[in-house]
């Protein structure tokens, strides 16, 4: 999964991300707030860890602006002093009192993702205007009419419309369809991406247009009649 880390030092912050790489998550460390929610416009993540005093924009402010602002719940770990305790945020998932240990950290992420993924899981439709996706099932629907993915087609079909009119880099893409297997050709992504585009009809005509970043990703955008 992929982690943003914000924290009050540089020690604390390789500590973090130490004990979840070695956990085989993909952790990104941030040091300051202003810098993380500059990613966050652009960059899904899974879960954030947030430290209350960072350098800049503090924890808290990056909290409010995260539910505030991305259409997703996503996950906030709190790491505080014991100090702040009195003052925990209710809009933070959970929260630690430092100083943590690898393996307290590590069992609270986890119970986080756990619970993300069987709420997203749950979902019975999501739906994008005319265009329903069944996660149980792995069925899409275009216009009423069941379309046939492949279960990767549906995973980035799915990711793109989740996050519509943001840069997908293509490193988050292989993080999250092919879990960074190992030995991916490079077009196994433009492939998927051209068979969405054809099955989908994810066109201008129709409303919508999936397209490369240059040396970086690709974005889905809804875009309106005579913006094409």
């Keep these: 999964m992929r ?9 604390q912050a390789d500590f973090v991300c130490r004990t979840l790489s070695a956990a085989g998550h993909m952790c990104h460390a941030f040091e300051d707030g202003q810098a993380l929610v500059r990613q966050l416009r652009s960059q899904p993540f ?3 860890v947030l430290d209350r005093h960072p350098p800049g924009q503090s924890g808290d402010e990056v909290l409010r602006w995260v539910r505030q602002d991305l259409a ?8 505080t002093r014991a100090t702040d305790v009195a003052h925990q945020d209710v ?18 992420v986890g119970v986080l993702l756990r619970g993300a993924f069987q709420r997203q899981q749950m979902a019975e439709k999501e739906v994008f205007g ?10 899409v629907h275009v216009r009423g009419s069941a379309v046939t993915l492949t279960h990767k087609e549906f995973e980035l079909a799915l990711l793109l419309f989740k996050h519509l009119s943001r840069p997908l880099s293509r490193s988050h893409i292989l993080d999250a369809i092919w879990k960074q297997a190992a030995g991916i050709p490079s077009r196994t992504m433009d492939t998927h991406v ?15 247009r999936l397209m490369p970043i240059y040396g ?6 809804r875009i309106e009649k005579g913006d094409a």
């Design 194 to 208: 051209s068979m969405l585009r054809s099955k989908l009809g994810l066109r201008p005509e129709n409303g919508y």
């Design 130 to 139: 005319e265009y329903e996706f069944e996660p149980g099932s792995k069925r």
């Design 216 to 221: 970086y990703g690709y974005r889905l955008d």
């Design 46 to 48: 899974d879960l954030l």
């Design 3 to 11: 982690i943003a880390v914000l924290e009050e030092t540089r020690a």
């Design 72 to 79: 997703e719940r996503l996950p906030v770990l709190f790491m």
């Design 91 to 108: 809009d933070a998932d959970d929260h630690l009192v430092k100083p943590v240990s690898a393996a307290a950290l590590l069992a609270r």
